[in-house]
């Protein structure tokens, strides 16, 4: 049992001293920075972190206080919030990119009174919100370019602030004591750190998290992967996202592995290459772009090796995650293999940065089942995992061996799952949260008093065990025959086809599924180019039959999957129709994060919704629209609508839809 | 790298460079004529005027790469009649180019290294082996240009030949290969010359944290004057090789003469 | 001590004591010297049209010389082979600009400068393949140029002029002069002379560059082929010729390198001046100091005016 | 292809500014030197050591020695081979007056004797510029090759006016004269050449180095920074001279065994002139491609005929061979101006982004 084991080093703290006793010389963290990867050895982070404790408690930090983290992924930050835990106060990391409101905001909720933030731009940006953030004393920065002439009351350079620290442990004995002493104080229970869940609905939550919360997860996680001291991760996801809490701090904290700090946001394809990551964590739309730029860099290769490299792919694509999987594959498959592996899969992962890679992640989404298989099938042992912030993270995880691009994988160790009758997920589990800082209401509705979590998601459990996520629980609709309606479910469908970049599905409340199809110029535009297809406008082109021709074959092959699915098979679509230009931010259609406003689309283009449920061939539309240099304008169109057959649905899953 | 004051004992406020009555002709072709103005240090000076002004030339003079016929130039206390080029360099006068003059044919980090060549003194013998005292110097040398290419936010093209660079980059790095002189005196030639809107506002924004974080003493030329007069403590103003007119953005902003020149000139 | 004497003093003695040799030493290095300024009016015109430094001027002299000669021991009239090696050298100058210059336009000078040495071992190679290696007569009397000698006395004693030396100058000062007049007034050569100064200049005449660059480097072929004549009416038609050719560049260092006038007044010097010093300086160090000394005369001169004798002062921009 | 450079991270300076930071360089460098210090002499036959291996590594360090002028710091010579002729006296000289100091000190040491001698012709580089500066280096040529034919103290007065190479033994090995096997010949080249050639590396990539790039690519702002153009500008012509003469020493005691002063014609200026342009300006690696695509490729012409069966004259190959290597310059020239060397980089650089095409 994980919490029992956990007892001795129960926190970040002492988990640091474990490190510095039992693996002080191996790396514990590096920086790319001046060029080099600087390196800290977990003995010399060891003595930085007392060091920076020790000044922190100079600058009058107490426990349970609160203090501000803003800035990207930098050594001095994470030990900014290591300090704290050993004074026993609480780091607060915030989105570095969110505007001054929102911060002002989430500080003056978590009522900081410490910052430890990147550079000037994050100090001006706390300076210009200092009157709502009145009980902030001390803001402390870690780039001082630009800082030299601020007034230098409240302001610490981390820099001077750690050599004071280490000169007060030197000097004064008690103080090394009294610092020994809070460390120690510190117990599993105690509140470990508050993360801030992104608001993108509503204000944002202040997630309370407790040492063990994290750490039990961050165990769970090690063992669950076998990963060790060996392993090399990059950090640059958000310090205040649940997932680079746990990945990239606490779980070097509990295995011992070395974090590697980017030079900057926009090197981190190359550094990532440079260290060779053995365990990684993307968002999906990384591993979609390292795809693209695969098949799009190799379109522009000389014939013969463009042709050898699709020979090659298809021999993985066939074998390559048997292979994986450790199933049996005939010699010759093996050896071609082999080949292929010395001829195109290991130079690609050396050029992803992969050609160590032990385990890598991807949350957050869905992956595209092609995008999925494409690096599993190199040999990346590439797997899901469905978490949040109320779970620190783990809720189901991909086992080696049941790998599946369609599912999220078991319950995680030590979570129960269950599925509420609305469709909902709902989970239990040593990581789930304490509650949400100052806001009772909300914990209540989120959290049941027995500990169940409501995750907000609709899903279920298929045959064989493994968790589906359709969609968020609120936006699952029915339909007129009762039968579940998952939008979104629907629409990732679609747009795992390259040639779809947006779709929005309607059929709440309806008898059938129908919806409305964006096609991506540049995939569907390199297809015109080479069947010859002419278009002067990217409305002609998604007018275009043959265009509908495609998008129609896709529409059925998804229908053909959703038939097969016994609780989606309802939501096969009906009719369908291109739309006649790109959704766009601007307009209103998207939102700032290129989701789909379904209602509002609904309404924008109502005549063409009741199209679609009158029958009708074609609609007329005419829409206002805002260009880039901001003037508004009209487009008028006629919209052709396409039927699509729709199949039996089937009962329990097939094997087919293993991917694994 | 360095506070200012400096090791030249001058603390900011004195006069860095003075030119006195300096002409300066080709040929009979006079570019400059009985010019003086000073430079004092910390200050940023911007030296402006129509085209063929005689700017460049100008700045040519103060580093020596021209040497006036008449007039005599002060620098550091030391008066000279004209500056050989070596001695301006190795006293701490660095200067960037009109048209970009870099080492085409070297990298980013190369270029900057070799604005460090006065600083380097190691032995011939150590460079041959690359070790010892040879790859310690060229190791101290590289963290100093590490800080320069960290301070330029030019990290991504740190390896990256400057011929392949677009040209406001190329400008920047230029400006970095002059400040890895560490230089007292920074002498920029239309350091945004071709720059777009956003180009130009990081070149200012680098240029005033030269001034600020190492306290270096500026002189540029520069034909927005938009941006010189949001910069520079003073402003000369030169016009077919004559000084018209010299003080604060404001005195010169509202100087009959300088309005008349520049509406002289294609407006 | 005596060294000094023999260095400063006795040299000159000796041209007071006997003025005639030293008119008779003046007279062949004004010879020689026209030879040279003749080879370098052929770099001048090419590198003044098209910045190419032509190494290969040197063995145009020779191949066209060969040519001439050996289509004549293959039982060509003289003439007739003398009109055929004129189109040779058309073919050779258009095959250059086609095969060579072309695709190599806008490539760093050494680059071309490198490709003219390839040219150069293609024609040695061609030239001794077809007319072989040995060294030939110039068909000098089948052309009609004149032998022999006529002898002054003046001075008290007296100066011998050879014929075909008298006819060399002759025809190099009426090629000049047919040059200049080319260059002056005819369309073709105002556009030479603007291609010199941009290339712009040159389209707006009317003619691409292309055809300019063949051209000039036919005219080149020409003046190589008269030189050729003449100095193998001299001494013999032979490959050593080639390397002789090379005093063409101290001659274009004195003149300049896009100088017509300099480069007849630097082959004067020149050629003089190491006449000169072969005969009165060379005994003192064991003779044969005519291989050196003219690069000796240009690099000295060189350190006094970096950009030659005719050429502007450059004045550095940045 | 075979380059993962994923995983080899520098967390040094030392490290990042190796010279070949790659692993996978490291193991090339390796294999090569072991090829041709064991595979080679252990195989090659006496032909092979002493008409091919020989002569190119004699030329490669020519061609070194000239690209540093010509290549690093952009001023071009013509004088290659009087500065080799130089080494060659120099060594000859020493070792008749010194017989009892060991070869090598005096092979070495010629190469001082024509850095001297280098930097001395050097001086005027720093009025004339390009082509004029080719004159410059004509008349070093011409003047010192009048030196050899004309100073007959340089040859010990012999009747031949050759240089004949006496013997010399090195660790009780005969390594000159006539009784030196090719491969002792071959081994203390090789040595010689990888050390040379690993000296030149570290300067090129140092403070010296940049120097020279500077004054080459941009003489004026060079200048401004506080470079020394005179000093940097002799430096390379003593650097470049130094190699020269070495080369001429090793090709007259290891490879001639015996030298008339037409060895040192301007011709052979050219030869390794050629070698570099071919090779690759500012390439050490080009300086070997080039001088063994040069020296090797009349060796080739002249084999391909009776190869072939091909009743030709072997005067006929002899012009051809001209023709020949003539058109492959321009050819050459037209299609990779920067040489061979480019080549090299362009093909390393597909396989290290392999299978990707940039």
């Known amino acids: 049992m994980a919490a029992a084991a956990s007892t001795r080093d129960d926190t970040f703290p002492k988990l640091l001293g474990r490190n510095a006793r039992d693996r002080g010389a191996r790396p514990a963290i590096r920086h790319k920075d001046f060029g080099i990867w600087q390196t800290w050895t977990w003995a010399e982070v060891h003595g930085l972190c007392r060091a920076y404790a020790a000044a922190l408690h100079e600058l009058g930090l107490q426990p349970g206080e609160t203090i501000a983290i803003v800035g990207t992924n930098r050594p001095r930050l994470y030990w900014s919030m290591m300090a704290a835990q050993m004074l026993g106060a609480i780091p607060v990391p915030v989105y570095s990119d969110s505007v001054a409101e929102e911060m002002a905001y989430v500080l003056a909720h978590a009522d900081v009174k410490l910052a430890a933030v990147e550079d000037q731009e994050q100090v001006d940006k706390l300076l210009s919100i200092s009157e709502r953030i009145p009980n902030l004393r001390h803001i402390l920065y870690d780039e001082e370019r630009g800082l030299r002439d601020y007034d230098h009351t409240r302001l610490h350079h981390i820099e001077r602030l750690l050599a004071r620290g280490a000169e007060t442990l030197r000097a004064d004995p008690a103080a090394a004591a009294a610092l020994d002493a809070s460390i120690a104080a510190g117990k599993g229970a105690d509140l470990g750190v508050i993360l801030y869940t992104s608001g993108t609905t509503g204000r944002p939550k202040g997630v309370m998290l407790t040492y063990d919360n994290v750490l039990i997860s961050a165990r769970n996680g090690c063992a669950f992967d076998r990963l060790d001291e060996t392993e090399e991760t990059i950090a640059y996801l958000p310090l205040a996202w649940v997932g680079d809490h746990i990945f990239s701090y606490a779980q070097s904290l509990v295995a011992g592995f070395c974090v590697n700090c980017p030079e900057s946001p926009d090197t981190v394809v190359e550094d990532r290459r440079e260290i060779g990551t053995t365990y990684a964590f993307a968002p999906p739309r990384v591993y979609e772009n390292l795809l693209t730029l695969t098949m799009v860099r190799m379109e522009d290769a000389a014939p013969l090796k463009r042709r050898m490299f699709h020979y090659f792919l298809d021999v993985a694509k066939r074998v390559g995650e048997p292979i994986l999987n450790g199933e049996s594959v005939s010699l010759t498959d093996r050896l071609l293999y082999g080949l292929g592996e010395a001829l195109v899969y290991g130079p690609l992962k050396n050029r992803f940065g992969f050609s160590r890679i032990k385990v890598a992640y991807t949350a957050g989404e869905a992956i595209g089942p092609e995008i999925f298989r494409f690096f599993r099938s190199l040999g990346i042992n590439l797997k899901q995992l469905y978490g949040q912030t109320e779970a620190a993270v783990y809720v189901t995880m991909q086992p080696d061996g049941e790998i599946r691009a369609d599912t999220v994988g078991r319950p995680a160790p030590e979570v129960e799952v269950r599925i509420a009758d609305n469709g909902e997920v709902m989970f239990r589990s040593p990581g789930v949260f304490q509650a949400y800082y100052k806001d009772p209401e909300a914990t209540a509705k989120t959290k049941t008093a027995d500990g169940w979590v409501h995750s907000g998601d609709a899903g279920f459990f ?73 278009y002067a406008s990217y409305q002609e082109l998604a007018g275009h039959p043959q265009v509908y021709d495609m998008i129609a074959r896709h529409v059925d092959e998804v229908n053909r999957s959703l038939a097969v699915e016994p609780m989606m098979g309802g939501a096969q679509i009906k009719r369908f129709l291109i739309l006649h230009k790109e959704l766009d931010a601007d307009d209103g259609e998207l939102t700032r994060t290129q989701k789909v406003r379904r209602g509002f689309i609904a309404e924008r283009y109502a005549p063409l919704v009741t199209a679609l449920y009158d029958g009708s061939p074609e609609a007329d539309i005419r829409t206002e629209v805002t260009f880039e240099d901001g003037r508004k304008g009209v487009i008028a169109a006629r919209v052709k609508i396409r039927d699509c057959a729709t199949y039996p649905v089937a009962a329990p899953a097939p094997a087919m839809e293993n991917a694994a | 790298m360095r506070a200012p004051g400096g090791k030249d004992g001058l603390v900011a406020g004195d006069v860095l460079l003075a030119v006195d009555n300096v002409s300066l002709s080709f040929g009979g072709v006079k570019a400059i004529t009985e010019v003086s103005f000073d430079i004092r240090k910390g200050e940023i000076r911007a030296i402006i005027g129509p085209n063929g002004a005689g700017k460049t030339s100008m700045l040519n003079v103060i580093n020596g790469f021209y040497h006036p016929q008449q007039g005599r130039i002060t620098y550091k206390g030391a008066t000279r009649q004209k500056m050989r080029p070596y001695v301006a360099a190795s006293q701490g006068i660095s200067r960037t180019f009109q048209n970009v003059a870099l080492f085409k044919g070297m990298s980013t980090l190369d270029n900057i290294m070799a604005g460090r060549t006065l600083k380097m003194q190691g032995s011939f013998f150590w460079q041959l082996f690359r070790h010892g005292p040879a790859m310690r110097e060229e190791i101290e040398h590289r963290r100093k240009v590490e ?33 890895a002189m560490e230089p007292d005196l920074l002498l920029l030639d239309e350091p945004m010359a071709g720059m777009n809107l956003e180009e130009k506002e990081d070149m200012s924004r680098f240029i005033l944290d030269v001034n600020n974080q190492y306290g270096t003493t500026i002189a540029l030329i520069e034909h927005d004057i938009g941006v010189v007069m949001d910069l520079s403590d003073r402003i000369v103003v030169l016009e077919y090789g004559r000084k018209i007119a010299d003080g604060t953005p404001d005195q010169v902003k509202s100087d009959q003469k300088v309005i008349d020149a520049y509406l002289g000139v294609s407006h | 001590m005596n060294i000094l004497y023999a260095l400063f003093v006795d040299p000159w003695v000796q041209m007071g004591q006997a003025p005639d040799l030293l008119v008779q030493t003046l007279w062949e290095g004004l010879v020689s010297g026209v030879l040279y300024a003749l080879i370098a009016l052929g770099f001048v015109l090419i590198f003044k049209a098209s910045g190419v430094f032509n190494f290969a001027q040197g063995i145009m002299v020779v191949f066209s010389a060969l040519t001439l000669v050996g289509l004549h021991e293959m039982g060509v009239p003289a003439f007739l082979a003398l009109g055929l090696a004129v189109a040779v050298m058309f073919v050779l100058a258009v095959a250059v600009e086609r095969v060579v210059l072309r695709p190599l336009v806008n490539q760093p000078d050494i680059i071309l400068f490198m490709a003219t040495f390839g040219i150069t071992y293609v024609l040695i190679g061609l030239g001794e393949l077809i007319f072989g290696g040995n060294p030939k007569r110039m068909i000098a009397d089948e052309l009609y140029l004149p032998k022999g000698a006529i002898d002054l006395k003046i001075l008290g004693g007296f100066v011998s002029l050879q014929k075909i030396d008298i006819a060399a100058a002759v025809i190099a000062a009426v090629m000049i002069a047919a040059l200049a007049f080319f260059f002056q007034k005819t369309r073709i050569g105002r556009a030479l002379r603007a291609v010199a100064d941009s290339h712009k200049a040159a389209l707006s005449v009317g003619i691409s560059l292309n055809q300019i660059w063949a051209i000039v480097w036919f005219t080149a072929g020409i003046v190589a082929l008269v030189t050729g004549i003449m100095w193998g009416a001299r001494s013999e038609v032979s490959f050593s010729l080639q390397v002789i050719a090379l005093k063409a560049l101290p001659v274009l260092i004195l003149g300049g390198f896009t100088s017509v006038p300099g480069a007849i007044v630097g082959g004067l010097i020149i050629g003089i001046g190491e006449k000169l010093g072969e005969f009165y300086w060379g005994p003192l160090v064991g003779g044969g100091i005519e291989s050196w000394l003219a690069y000796g005369i240009a690099l000295a001169f060189l350190l006094f005016r970096p950009q030659g004798l005719f050429g502007e002062k450059i004045i550095e921009r940045i | 292809m075979f380059y993962r450079e994923a995983g080899q991270y520098k967390t040094s300076y030392a490290a990042d500014m190796a010279i070949f930071p790659i692993r996978q360089d490291r193991i090339g460098i390796a294999v090569i030197l072991l090829i041709a210090f064991v595979i080679i002499p252990v195989f090659g036959n006496q032909f092979f050591l002493s008409s091919v291996m020989i002569p190119t590594l004699v030329f490669s360090l020519a061609a070194i020695g000239l690209n540093i002028l010509t290549g690093y710091t952009g001023l071009i010579s013509l004088g290659t081979a009087a500065f080799m002729g130089v080494g060659a006296y120099a060594c000859y000289k020493l070792t008749s007056w010194f017989p009892g100091v060991n070869i090598l000190v005096w092979i070495i040491a010629s190469g001082f004797v024509s850095a001297g001698v280098g930097a001395l012709f050097g001086l005027p580089s720093l009025r004339i510029k390009g082509f004029y500066l080719v004159v410059a280096t004509l008349a070093a040529q011409f003047f010192l090759q009048w030196c050899f034919v004309r100073i007959p103290w340089l040859v010990n007065y012999n009747t031949s006016g050759a240089i004949e190479v006496p013997e010399r033994t090195l660790f009780g090995v005969v390594i000159t004269g006539a009784n030196a096997t090719p491969t002792a010949r071959y081994l203390v080249l090789l040595s010689v050449v990888a050390a040379l050639t690993w000296f030149a590396s570290n300067l090129v990539h140092g403070r010296v180095g940049r120097a020279w790039m500077a004054v080459r690519d941009m003489d004026i702002a060079a200048e401004l920074m506080g470079i020394r153009l005179l000093t940097t500008k002799l430096l390379a012509f003593a650097v470049s001279s130094f190699y020269c003469g070495v080369a001429g020493a090793l090709m007259v005691f290891l490879w001639y065994g015996s030298a008339e002063p037409e060895v040192f014609v301007i011709n052979q200026s050219f030869l390794v002139l050629f070698m570099v342009i071919i090779g690759g300006l500012g390439s050490l ?58 080549l090299w980089q362009t093909g390393k650089q597909k396989l290290r982004i392999w299978p990707f095409p940039y």
């Open chain 1, 462 to 534: 298929d045959a064989t065990g493994h968790l589906k996520i359709i969609d968020r629980a609120k936006d699952v609709g029915k339909m007129r025959d009762g039968s579940l309606f998952p939008p979104k479910y629907v629409e990732n469908k679609l747009k795992f086809y390259s040639n779809i970049k947006e779709a929005v599905a309607f059929g709440d409340g309806q008898d059938s599924v129908s919806c409305f199809i964006n096609i991506d110029l540049t995939a569907v535009g390199n297809w015109a180019e080479r069947n010859g297809i002419v």
């Open chain 2, 147 to 179: 800080e320069i290419i960290d301070f330029l936010e030019i990290q991504a093209i740190r390896k990256t030949p400057v011929g392949k660079l677009p040209y406001g980059l190329q400008k920047r790095v230029e400006l970095g290969r002059a400040l």
């Open chain 4, 285 to 342: 690696i080009g300086s070997f491609m080039g001088a063994a695509l040069i020296y090797m490729l009349p060796i080739v012409l002249r084999m391909l005929p009776a190869a072939l069966g091909l009743p030709i004259a072997s005067a006929t190959v002899e012009h051809l061979q001209f023709i020949i290597v003539g058109a492959l310059i321009i050819v050459f020239l037209i299609a990779e101006p920067h040489g061979l060397a480019r």
